[in-house]
């Protein structure tokens, strides 16, 4: 790949037609929810780009995100896209590895200091000096602060790096955290998932390439165009819902016609992502398509939320052991005012003294 | 705290503490009132306690012509209300969930259309209500604060609750979380106001309805 190239020759080297490829910039406004009339600027600022270094650093993960972003797309256009940019460093992808891939990454950041975007995913160990996870012998915390330093953004890739994820769940024993708990003084995209859905880093890369600026983001640090609305709100079960039609188990009548998953602990209504509407596999399936609940993996902390089953109206807690105790002492405590009240009775009524009518008389 | 955080707090902590409060409050109050006692009726009946007291249970729920007719309005918001409130919280499918995980007792529910219609009908009748009650001098000179107090803790899970169900104000999550939160203010306050009637009241019934029926006159 020549680095002088820009995306519209690239294409066009690769058999994408003019049509094709303006299609791909339609789709992407309207994912993203610009006006049409961006279509046009969208497709122009594409033609042009040259090719961005990016970096991507693997912290504590699972790999998944790299194969969710890599793998779950045949060659598209979107593909292409993400081909486009110059992925510098990915000890997971590039070739090199050792000292060699370090000194792609040392180079990448030297010559393009200040203008790289960086890529984690993976959240980043912090107890005990960060020595749960090292690369080429440097922990990730000190690799994500000499890396973020010579950044123009930042993309937090996957719940992990988003909000601490999986490594952070409760005991949290290596002290992860998150891209943004440790790095300041940046913008910080979060596309949260675990993983997150392909076509929402290409459009937050699309958007880079067309405006050189991150998408706006909500109150998460995610891009409102994927992360505005609930699973619940875009759910094609939905009327099953509002009708008070829900699968009981994952067996009955209920599942096999595709009731809602509500009572079977589905997490849609509270969590944020565009699985319901973008769907993975080219837009085949998602979850609850598959019969199965939304888990709320785009939300920090989705694994401390309680179990994965039970209906967002349950508590997350079995009081029983409390609950027996209240009612025992409440009872206990009752009894005990009661039979304070009826001593206070028993003393008042043996402290009265007898009235007689000379008394009533009086003097 | 995020939403998030909030919500686990509402459905963890929060609820565990607030069941506490009410089981050990609500145990305390009826025990106090029953370990009082009564001094042994000795006289011979005219009629039956029990035939009384179960009749009463009945028949106190329904309104009396005499005084219907003097407050048709307040005795039909008072039906109104109630059985809206009893609707919303015990025929809305979420809440069954709740009762059958807690206590493995299920029913059939409502579509969510018409809970959402009947929580409007019950925020209604609660706000007629309050304004009942302020315009009545009688009944304002007899309230105190734990009567405002008590209406303001009924309000508030159905206001909130309606508010969550249809997106105003918050978002969905952190307005479940204050809708669950103010539950858990109901369940902790309920045992030191007049809403013990949620349990009393059948108690009160069949002791009124006892006594009368003991003495063979109408309760």
């Keep these: 790949m020549k680095d002088d190239q820009t995306l519209g020759e690239r294409l066009r080297e690769s058999g994408i037609s003019r049509r094709g490829f303006l299609k791909f910039c339609a789709t992407t406004a309207s994912m993203m929810a610009l006006p049409p009339s961006m279509v046009p600027a969208i497709a122009a600022a594409l033609e042009t780009a040259r090719r961005p270094s990016v970096i991507w650093l693997s912290f504590q993960e699972c790999t998944g995100c790299t ?8 060659p598209t256009v979107e593909g292409l896209i993400f081909d486009h940019i110059s992925l510098d460093y990915h000890h997971t992808l590039q070739a090199a590895s050792g000292e060699a891939a370090e000194e ?137 819902y509002e009708r008070g039609q829900f699968a009981e188990t994952f067996d009955d009548e209920g599942a096999r016609k595709g009731w809602c998953l509500f009572k079977l602990g589905c997490k849609g209504p509270t969590t944020y992502n565009a699985c319901a509407t973008e769907k993975w596999n080219q837009h085949t399936s998602f979850p609850i398509q598959a019969g199965h609940g939304c888990i709320g993996c785009s939300e920090p902390d989705f694994w401390d939320r309680g179990g994965f089953y039970d209906a967002l109206s349950v508590p997350t807690d079995d009081a029983g052991n409390i609950l027996l105790g209240a009612a025992v002492a409440g009872a206990a405590a009752g009894a005990a005012v009661g039979l304070m009240n009826r001593k206070k009775q028993n003393t008042d009524t043996r402290a009265h003294e007898k009235v007689t009518v000379d008394d009533l008389n009086g003097d | ?165 249809n997106h105003m104000l918050l978002p969905y999550t952190a307005m479940l979380a204050v809708h669950i939160l103010s539950v858990e203010l109901l369940m902790v306050v309920a045992p030191f106001t007049k809403l013990t009637h949620m349990f009393s009241f059948m108690l009160a019934r069949w002791y009124q309805g006892y006594r009368a029926g003991h003495r063979g006159v109408e309760s």
Excluded at chain 2, 39 to 57: A, C
């Design chain 1, 104 to 240: 792609a990454r040392r180079i990448a950041m030297e010559e393009n200091h200040g203008n790289y975007l960086l890529i984690v995913d993976g959240s980043i160990p912090q107890k005990d000096g960060g020595v749960y996870s090292t690369i080429a012998g440097i922990t990730n915390l000190a690799m994500l602060e000499e890396v973020a330093e010579g950044a123009a953004a930042i993309v937090a890739i996957g719940t992990c790096a988003a909000y601490g994820g999986l490594p952070h769940a409760n005991p949290n024993p290596t002290g992860a955290a998150s891209v943004s708990d440790i790095i300041s003084g940046k913008p910080i995209l979060n596309v949260s998932g675990c993983p997150p859905i392909p076509t929402v880093i290409t459009g937050v890369l699309a958007h880079y390439l067309t405006f050189g600026t991150l998408p706006e983001l909500d109150h998460l640090g995610r891009p409102k165009a994927f992360f505005g609305n609930s699973i619940h709100d875009r759910c094609y079960r939905r009327p099953f």
């Design chain 1, 67 to 74: 194969e969710s972003l890599t793998r779950s797309h045949a």
């Design chain 2, 1 to 165: 705290m995020t939403a998030d955080a909030f919500l686990s707090f509402a459905r963890g902590t929060g609820f565990d503490w607030a069941l506490t409060i009410f089981v050990f409050g609500m145990l305390l109050r009826l025990f106090e009132v029953l370990s009082l006692g009564r001094k042994p009726d000795l006289s011979e009946g005219r009629g039956s306690g029990v035939q009384g007291g179960l009749k009463t249970i009945v028949t106190r729920t329904l309104p009396r012509a005499a005084v219907f007719a003097r407050e048709p309005v307040r005795i039909i918001n008072g039906y109104v209300f109630h059985i809206g409130f009893l609707a919303v919280l015990f025929l809305y499918e979420p809440h069954i969930e709740l009762f059958d995980a807690k206590m493995g007792l299920s029913w059939p529910g409502l579509p969510t259309g018409i809970i959402n219609a009947l929580g409007v009908l019950t925020i209604f009748s609660l706000l007629l209500a309050l304004a009942l009650r302020l315009t009545s001098p009688v009944l304002k000179f007899l309230s105190t604060g734990s009567d405002y107090l008590a209406w303001l803790v009924t309000l508030l899970p159905v206001l909130t609750g309606y508010l969550a169900y």
